[in-house]
C-alpha cells in the first residue's frame, strides 16, 4: 500500500462525460439539473454551477462530448459506474430533487449513507448520476474508530417538502457545488485498489470484500468508489461507447504531483503529458489527468 499518503487538500477536478445528443444533453443537465453552460467549442460542451456574475464564474467542471451514433454502454464492461454532484447544503439538495419532480425525470434511487444524503438518476444517454449532500463531518458515525458507512432508506416527501417550501424554485445549482467523488466499474478490485492506494496515495476508508472499496484523501469519506459489480474481469468498453472519458485528480503543489509521477514511474505505468495535464490509466482503463491548482 502508499507509503505517501496524498496531502489533505488533494480534490478532484473536471469529469469528462461522452454522450449521443450535444443539444439533448445540454438542456437536462442545465434545465433539469441546474448546471449553467460555460463555452461550447464544436462537439463539447463546458457545463459549471452556478449563474452569472462574480460568484459564478468558476472554471467548468464538468465536460459533455457528443460522438453522434455512440453506443451503449455494455453492461459487462469497466468505466463509469456514476459521478456524484455535490451539493454544499441540504437545502441546495432538496432544490435539486425538485428541478427533477418538476421536469418529471425518473429517478433511479435514494438513500442516506449515514454520512450523506444522496439522489440517484442517469442522463439521457445512462451515464450515471448521484447527487448528494455531506452531513457536517462531526457527525459522521464511527465504529471501531473507523468510519461507517450504511445505505438507509431516504425520505424523499420531506425532503421534497423542504425543497418546495420557498414558492420560486431555484433554477440553478449553488455556485459551490462541485465534482464530490466519481465510482467506477473496475475489472480486478485488489489490481485497482493497489493502484489508486499504492500508487497514487490514496487512504483505504472502507471495503466491502472483494466487491467494493471507497478511498480518499485527508479523511473524507470517498473520493473513489471502486466495485466490481459489471463483473470480475470485466473488459474496457468500446471506444465508440457513451460514459466516461475521464477525471481529474488536483493536487494542492507540484512537488505532490512529482511524488505521484515517482511512484507511477517506479510501478511501470505509463505517463502522458498534456498541455496541463498527465495522464495515467488504472489496469482497466480508466483514464485519470493529474494536475496542480
Known amino acids: 500500500m502508499a507509503t ?6 488533494t480534490t478532484l477536478g473536471a469529469a469528462h462525460l461522452i454522450v449521443t445528443d450535444l443539444d439533448r ?14 463555452e461550447i ?13 462574480p460568484s459564478g464564474d468558476e472554471a467548468p467542471w464538468l465536460r ?5 451514433g455512440a453506443r451503449p454502454k455494455p453492461r459487462r464492461s469497466t468505466g463509469l459506474y456514476h459521478i456524484a454532484i455535490l451539493t454544499p447544503n ?6 435539486s430533487l425538485r428541478r427533477i419532480a418538476e421536469a418529471r425525470y425518473p429517478m433511479q434511487g435514494a438513500s442516506d449513507h449515514l454520512v450523506s444524503e444522496a439522489l440517484y438518476l442517469a442522463d439521457p444517454d445512462g451515464n450515471g448520476l448521484e447527487i448528494y449532500r455531506d452531513r457536517p463531518r462531526a457527525d459522521w458515525p464511527l465504529v471501531d474508530g473507523k468510519l461507517a458507512m ?22 440553478r445549482l449553488e455556485p459551490a457545488t462541485r465534482l464530490g467523488h466519481v465510482h467506477l466499474h473496475v475489472a480486478d478490485l485488489d489490481a485497482a485498489v493497489n493502484f489508486y492506494a499504492g500508487v497514487l496515495g490514496f487512504d483505504i476508508m472502507a ?32 471506444a465508440d461507447a457513451v460514459g466516461l472519458r475521464g477525471f481529474e485528480i488536483v493536487l ?26 498527465t495522464e495515467v490509466r488504472d489496469p482497466s482503463g480508466n483514464a485519470v489527468w493529474l494536475r496542480t491548482v
Open 4 to 9: 505517501t499518503t496524498l496531502p489533505a487538500a
Open 25 to 38: 444533453s445540454v438542456r437536462f443537465y442545465t434545465e433539469t439539473l441546474g448546471f449553467t453552460t460555460r
Open 150 to 171: 450504511g445505505s438507509e432508506p431516504l425520505d424523499l416527501e420531506r425532503l421534497l417538502a423542504e425543497g418546495m417550501a420557498n414558492s420560486i424554485a431555484q433554477t
Open 207 to 238: 471495503r466491502m470484500g472483494n466487491s467494493a472499496a471507497f478511498l480518499s484523501a485527508g479523511g473524507y469519506h470517498h473520493h473513489l468508489g471502486l466495485n466490481t459489480w459489471a463483473g470480475v474481469g470485466a473488459p474496457p468498453p468500446p
Open 90 to 95: 441540504r437545502h441546495a439538495l432538496a432544490h
Open 252 to 277: 494542492p503543489a507540484r512537488a505532490d504531483l512529482d511524488q505521484v509521477l515517482e511512484r507511477a514511474h517506479g510501478a511501470g505505468i505509463d505517463i502522458a503529458d498534456h498541455q496541463h495535464m
Open 64 to 68: 459533455l462530448t457528443a460522438l453522434p
Open 41 to 53: 467549442q464544436g462537439d463539447t460542451a463546458y457545463l459549471a454551477a452556478g449563474g452569472t456574475g
